[in-house]
């Protein structure tokens, strides 16, 4: 039986004993388990959510993050405050309501949550806070505005470079020679997946002296097409057919539910097109669209909000941030899933090849969104 990349890399990981995160970064997350199942260190501790506009359900970074964080109270045998936002004016009313409720550890899901987290944890010293895909700087000057705030960053990129070589290398055998994307809001946390993923288009016609073009999104420009939100809707329709349109093999919507319209044009299309997941295994997360997705470009966010808590039960908040990346497993592929057995010969070692350059800084990935 074929073995995913995504296994053949955590076997190797654990096999050398070693996952390590970069120097500067938080330490990487670690299974619930690790905790024994201990009762938090301080009686009243309270660990609480708080969604952006996508809502919980949207198969992608919030519903990842509630997933870490009912692991967290379950390890714990507490009951976990969840709210969601659903718009972004709900934003600071709802974290009020988490302060009034007695949570202890309040965690925003996402960029547009940062604002609002930054102003609740000068205001409350005494409560910690997480925040995901943002330092909460308000500032400007490189670090988060309170020290008890936690920021849970991801290098999308490295692990959007290996899809963007694999999404080249499906795209070369089907004959387009073409593969395209487009995304919700421009903000760093979506257009670090765009960079990485044209540069990891660039490095397979590099390597292969093919021509496979990426629409969609010009990384020296930084400009490309947004929905302008994150709604599966008429307008993330027609940004999907326009990409489509072009002759692409290959779509990668980056924007949580928008991947729905995409997959429903494509369906419309009567085209074979293939789509890239982001931040979740989408072919398990949503098994609707699985017989379209040729592989997830992840972050791992339920395993970083686990550990965050976790450390926070224990009475070892840390407000160094957190960076997920392939060396500490924070971000990565999911498996081919259906898809595996039609790959391009050799394509999982390559990719295993690549990965294993950009962990040794042998090849660097670079955006502009990257954490620093």
């Not at 009951?79 to 709802?94: G, H, I, P, Q, T």
């Not at 302060?99 to 899901?109: F, H, R, S």
């Not at 990565?332 to 259906?338: A, C, E, I, P, T």
Request: hydrophobic share 40%; proline share 5%.
């Amino acid at each position: 039986m074929t073995i995913s990349l995504t296994k053949k890399l955590i076997g190797a990981t654990v096999a050398a004993g070693v996952i390590v995160a970069l120097a500067g970064c938080g330490s990487a997350p670690a299974p619930a388990s690790s905790t024994g199942g201990a009762k938090p260190a301080d009686a009243n501790f309270k660990p609480c959510l708080v969604s952006d506009s996508g809502g919980f359900n949207d198969k992608s970074f919030n519903e990842s993050a509630k997933i870490g964080m009912d692991k967290a109270a379950k390890t714990l045998g507490v009951k976990a405050l969840e709210v969601e936002s659903k718009s972004d004016n709900d934003y600071k009313s709802n974290i009020d309501s988490l302060i009034a409720g007695k949570c202890t550890m309040i965690v925003g899901v996402g960029f547009k949550l940062d604002a609002a987290i930054a102003d609740a944890a000068i205001a409350n010293p005494k409560v910690n806070f997480g925040i995901i895909d943002s330092l909460a700087d308000k500032n400007g000057d490189g670090k988060p505005d309170a020290p008890n705030i936690k920021p849970i960053l991801f290098d999308t990129a490295q692990a959007a470079y290996l899809g963007g070589y694999a999404a080249a290398a499906w795209s070369a055998q089907e004959g387009g020679n073409k593969v395209g994307t487009f995304g919700g809001m421009k903000i760093p946390p979506v257009t670090i997946f765009m960079d990485g993923f044209v540069d990891g288009v660039k490095k397979y016609d590099e390597d292969k002296g093919t021509s496979v073009a990426s629409v969609g999104w010009d990384k020296d420009a930084q400009d490309g097409s947004f929905t302008g939100a994150f709604a599966a809707n008429d307008t993330a329709k027609q940004t999907a057919n326009s990409i489509l349109g072009q002759g692409v093999d290959v779509i990668f919507p980056v924007g949580g539910p928008i991947y729905l319209s995409a997959s429903a044009a494509i369906k419309d299309s009567g085209k074979k097109t293939v789509m890239l997941g982001v931040d979740s295994d989408l072919a398990v997360a949503d098994p609707s669209v699985a017989d379209q997705i040729l592989v997830s470009v992840m972050k791992r966010i339920d395993d970083a909000v686990n550990t965050t808590v976790l450390d926070a039960a224990k009475g070892s908040f840390d407000p160094t941030p957190y960076v997920g990346t392939l060396e500490n497993n924070g971000v990565g592929l999911s498996s081919f899933h259906d898809f595996e057995s039609k790959l391009p010969k050799g394509l999982t070692d390559e990719l295993k090849a690549l990965q294993d350059k950009i962990i040794k800084g042998d090849i660097k990935v670079e955006s502009a969104a990257s954490p620093k």
